[in-house]
């Protein structure tokens, strides 16, 4: 299920340390943001922006170019995304 909360970055710590694998979080991202979360991401158009999802434990889980997609994954996979701001 989607949940479009905002959160904030001691929130967002909290999460990691829960080591939940029900709750995941989602933003958007630069390309160049992705070189260092993705590095094994084929090359990207430089001056995008894309989303990516992680894991409460701060794992890098998917990437798309729409939001929608990132949040139909989560969903898929029984996770609770989130929006830390």
Do not use: C
């Given at each position: ?26 933003r958007?991202m630069?390309?160049e943001?992705?070189k260092?979360a ?8 430089d ?39």
């Amino acid at each position: 299920m989607f949940h479009d909360l905002e959160i904030n970055n001691q929130q967002a710590e909290t999460l990691a340390q829960m080591e939940s694998n029900a709750i995941a979080y989602m933003r958007e991202m630069t390309t160049e943001e992705i070189k260092i979360a993705f590095p094994e991401t084929p090359e990207l158009e430089d001056g995008q922006t894309y989303w990516a999802l992680f894991g409460a434990d701060g794992a890098p889980l998917m990437l798309a170019s729409e939001r929608v997609e990132i949040a139909s994954s989560a969903f898929y996979n029984n996770l609770k995304a989130i929006m830390p701001n």
